[in-house]
C-alpha cells in the first residue's frame, strides 16, 4: 500500500486512436482517482495523422495531471514507450494501449502484485477479443519464448504492465523489441510477475497488428537471445562460429591433402576444396568480426530519444 501512496505514472503510446483517447481518459481519471494517490496521465503520440494530438491537447489544457508528448514521425511503440518512461516521475509508471480494450479499473491488481516484490508485472490476456488467427500466432509465438528462455509467462506481449521505475528507466529498447520487455527485464535480474486482465473489445478504429508480426517477430526473438547471451561478449558468439567453421574447413583441406597424396592431381579438381577454403576464410572473418564488436562495444551509447520528440503538452521543459 505505502507504494500506491508514492504516485503513479500512466503511459499511453498511441498512433490514430483519436476516438478512443476521451472515454479512456474518463475511465483512467475514475480508476486512479478512486485510488486517492499522487498521479500523473502521459500520452505519447507516435506521429499520429488523424488528430489525435489535438485531442491530447484539450486534455492537458482541462487537466493539470494529463501531459502529452508528440514525436516527430511514426518511430514505432518501442520509442513511444521510452520517451514516456522518460518523463514519468513516479515511482510506479503503468503502461497501457490507447484502443479501450486494457481496463483501467484493473490498475489496483497490478499494484497488489508491484506489492508482492516484484519490478514488473505483465498483463495475461486470458480470453481474447481478437481474430483466431492473432489469437493462434499469439499462443505459438509465447509457447516458444516459455521453451527457450525459462520465463513462464503466457502473454509476453501484452501491453497493459506496471513496472517500479528503476526496472523501466533501465530498458534500451528499438524496432519492436518492445514486445520481449519482460524477457528484457528478466535478464536484468528484476522480478517479472503476471496477473490475468479482461480483454475488452475494440469500439472505434481498427487493430495496427496483424498476426503475420508474430512470425516476424521470430527473428527479433533470435535477436533478443543474442543481445540477452552475448551482450557483453559478442567474440564467443562470432568467435565460436568462425572457429567452428575454421576448423571444418581445415579438415577438408587436409582431406584433399591426403586425397592428392594418395592418388595424385585430384587437388585442382576436387570440389570440396573450395568449399573448404572458402570455410577458414568465413571463419577468420566471423573470428575478427566479434573482436571488432568488442571495440565497438566499449563506444556504442544509447540513442537520444528527446531528438524524436517534436512537441510537448502539459509537460514543464
Known amino acids: ?93 503503468i503502461t497501457m494501449d490507447a484502443d479501450g480494450q486494457d481496463d483501467p479499473s484493473q490498475i489496483p491488481v497490478f499494484l497488489d502484485k508491484l506489492g508482492e516484490g516484484y519490478d514488473l508485472v505483465s498483463g495475461w490476456k486470458k480470453k481474447r477479443r481478437d481474430p483466431w488467427t492473432r489469437r493462434a500466432a499469439s499462443r505459438i509465438f509465447n509457447l516458444v519464448i516459455r521453451k527457450h528462455t525459462g520465463l513462464g509467462l503466457h502473454d509476453i506481449n501484452c501491453g497493459f504492465k506496471a513496472y517500479r521505475r528503476e526496472a523501466a528507466k533501465g530498458l534500451d529498447i528499438y524496432g519492436e523489441l518492445y514486445r520481449f520487455i519482460p524477457l528484457l527485464a528478466h535478464w536484468n535480474k528484476f522480478r517479472v510477475g503476471e496477473v490475468v486482465v479482461a480483454h475488452r473489445p475494440r469500439l472505434h478504429g481498427r487493430s495496427k497488428y496483424r498476426a503475420s508480426r508474430y ?26 562460429v568462425g572457429l567452428l567453421s575454421s576448423l571444418a574447413g581445415f579438415c577438408i583441406i587436409l582431406y584433399i591433402a591426403s586425397l592428392r597424396i594418395r592418388f595424385g592431381g585430384i587437388l585442382n579438381r576436387h570440389p570440396l576444396l573450395m568449399f573448404g577454403v572458402l570455410l577458414v576464410i568465413v571463419g577468420i572473418q566471423l573470428v575478427s568480426f566479434g573482436l571488432l564488436s568488442e571495440l565497438f562495444l566499449r563506444s556504442m551509447a544509447r540513442p537520444a530519444i528527446t531528438s524524436f520528440i517534436e512537441e510537448k503538452t502539459g509537460i514543464d521543459t
Open 215 to 240: 512470425f516476424r517477430s521470430f527473428l527479433d526473438l533470435f535477436t533478443v537471445m543474442l543481445l540477452i547471451r552475448y551482450n557483453q561478449r559478442p567474440s564467443h558468439f562470432f568467435g565460436g
Open 1 to 93: 500500500m505505502a507504494m500506491k501512496e508514492e504516485g503513479i505514472s500512466v503511459v499511453v503510446p498511441l498512433f490514430n486512436e483519436r476516438e478512443n483517447i476521451p472515454g479512456l481518459h474518463g475511465e483512467l481519471r475514475d480508476a486512479i482517482g478512486a485510488l486517492a494517490v499522487p498521479y500523473e496521465v502521459i500520452y505519447v503520440d507516435d506521429g499520429s495523422t488523424d488528430g489525435s494530438f489535438d485531442v491530447i491537447c484539450e486534455l492537458a489544457a482541462a487537466d493539470a495531471l494529463t501531459k502529452g508528448i508528440r514525436l516527430r514521425g511514426n518511430y514505432g511503440k518501442s520509442a513511444a514507450l521510452i520517451a514516456g518512461f522518460r518523463e514519468a516521475r513516479y515511482p510506479v509508471i
